[in-house]
Each structure stands twice: as C-alpha cells, then as structure tokens.
C-alpha cells in the first residue's frame, strides 16, 4: 500500500468495488482476499512495469515474427518464379516437339 500513497480505504473501498468497513477490517487483520490483493497491484509501479514489460515483449515478438514471415514471403516468392520459368520452358519445349 506504500506504494500507492497510503490512499484511505474509502478510496480503495471504491476501486475495489466494496465497502469501507470490508476495506478496514482487512487493514485490522492484516491482510486481505488474494484477489483484492491482485486487483491493487496492477495499480502499484510494480504492476504497471510488468504491464509496461510485457507489452514491449510482446511488441518485440509480433515484430520478429513479421520479419521471419517477410522473409518465407521473398523465400517463396522465389520458388514461385522458378517454377514458372520451368512451365515456360516445359511449354516451348512441347511446341517445338509438336512443330
């Protein structure tokens, strides 16, 4: 909570989507639901870095992956063009053999 700034618990109370009681009986405890625990990471520097990180991975993945595409894309291309070489030179081979 540190991390946030200490905001009151009606604060927190709100973005969790509870009350303020429930906000500071977890205070008095000492703890709080495992999933009001994840719900205010992603709130925390920590949370918004692993966001931050993982889009930039992901950004990075999505960009190699368009490069090794664009690359099968030329490969392919290639072998394309052989093969169409290959039927032109196949079709003048059957006109001259039918002439």
């Known amino acids: 909570m540190d991390d946030l700034g ?3 618990a009606t604060r ?4 969790l989507g509870v009350g303020a009681s429930t906000v500071h009986r977890w205070n008095s405890a ?3 639901p495992r999933a009001a625990q994840l719900a205010l990471f992603w ?4 949370g918004r870095s692993a966001v931050h990180t993982q889009a930039t991975n992901d950004a990075i993945l999505a960009f190699s992956y368009l490069e090794s595409l664009k690359s099968e894309v030329q490969r392919l291309e290639g072998n394309v063009r052989q093969l169409a070489a290959l ?5 003048v081979q059957l ?3 039918s002439a």
């Open 6 to 8: 200490r905001p009151p």
């Open 12 to 15: 927190i109370a709100r973005v």
């Open 30 to 32: 000492g703890h709080a």
């Open 43 to 46: 709130l925390t520097r920590w």
């Open 87 to 91: 039927a032109d030179a196949r079709a």
């Open 95 to 97: 006109r001259r053999l």
